[in-house]
């Protein structure tokens, strides 16, 4: 037999998905006497039984919020975790951290079984891209806050770096320098390719445009972390090599700052190096690698007050995207021409 849904709830009691939703969350304020009797009739009945997620929309709060990290080893995710936890247990409020190794099968497995756990909200670096993954939280009206990346066709609200003005701003320094042969680096770009990824990689070629400069696309690496050594030998190799190189997330700069002591590549006299995300092995490279920051700390506490707003005002949020503004963090790394 077919499992019911809240869809089939709301159908047969002849009103949206919304308001059988708040009928679940005894949210009463705007719905009459006789819209809630025939609620409450067609769910007895159909005996529908609320999912974990409804049941975790009941009145009474766990005071429990459940962090899903894409992948725990980016510096962004460790200090925006460390900001989340902080801030909300000065409000009595403990966090159920999960890693989802970028694995979005993984992420809806920790999804459910934090809304099983009846946790009062979920803040998610999304590993997927899949917006009919995150609809029925969206639908519910449960406490949602994505960190980092944005999902197609998913309005909730959303914190993230202004990573085109990122890209700019090493671009910048770079010209500044005299550097026209630019390469960017960046983790796989596939075809629903990650936010970060896919706005950095816009922003380098805007920014590469706007200074007058040349594209290349031999230029324009995307590759495994396991493969990034092999890529800079290829780049090496050119006929015109790079004389700059811009790691786009701190993943990459430190497999760029491991080929670099392997070759005995010497940074900036052979190679001029910036990186966006600023790592704390960037500070202790010998020559500190300049780099692009974003202020993780500061997305963390304010993803964890917007977390405490929507818990207190569920469903009354309007969606927003947070933009924070990147930093240059100067360095040795980059030589003038």
Do not use: W
């Not at 910048?172 to 983790?187: D, K, M, S, Y």
Request: net charge negative.
């Amino acid at each position: 037999m077919k499992k019911l849904t809240i869809d089939d709830v709301a159908r047969k009691a002849g009103v949206s998905k919304s308001t059988v939703s708040q009928f679940l969350n005894q949210r009463f304020k705007y719905m009459s006497e006789a819209t809630k009797d025939r609620i409450a009739a067609v769910i007895e009945e159909l005996n529908y039984q609320p999912n974990g997620l409804a049941r975790s929309l009941k009145q009474n709060r766990t005071h429990m919020v459940g962090i899903i990290v894409a992948n725990i080893d980016y510096t962004l995710s460790i200090h925006c975790i460390r900001a989340i936890e902080s801030e909300l247990q000065q409000h009595g409020i403990q966090v159920i951290i999960c890693n989802a190794d970028e694995d979005a099968e993984k992420e809806a497995k920790y999804v459910e079984t934090l809304l099983a756990r009846q946790v009062d909200g979920l803040i998610i670096f999304p590993a997927g891209q899949d917006g009919s993954a995150y609809a029925h939280l969206v639908d519910e009206a449960f406490p949602l806050v994505f960190m980092d990346r944005l999902v197609e066709g998913v309005s909730t609200q959303s914190l993230l770096l202004d990573n085109e003005m990122a890209v700019k701003l090493a671009v910048g320094e770079l010209t500044r320098q005299r550097h026209e042969r630019i390469a960017l680096l960046t983790l796989p770009l596939g075809e629903h390719s990650i936010t970060p990824r896919k706005e950095r990689l816009g922003g380098y070629k805007r920014a590469m445009e706007e200074a007058g400069l040349e594209l290349r696309e031999e230029y324009i690496v995307s590759a495994a972390r396991e493969n990034i050594s092999a890529e800079l030998e290829r780049l090496a190799a050119l006929p015109q090599p790079p004389t700059a190189v811009l790691a786009a997330n701190d993943i990459v700069l430190a497999e760029i700052l491991k080929y670099a002591n392997r070759q005995s590549v010497s940074i900036p006299d052979q190679l001029s190096v910036i990186g966006i995300d600023d790592a704390e092995f960037a500070h202790i490279y010998n020559p500190v690698i300049t780099t692009i920051s974003q202020p993780a700390y500061e997305m963390g506490v304010q993803a964890a007050r917007i977390m405490l707003s929507c818990i207190e005002d569920k469903g009354a949020n309007v969606p927003i995207t947070y933009r924070f503004v990147p930093s240059l963090e100067q360095g040795q790394s980059v030589k003038a021409l």
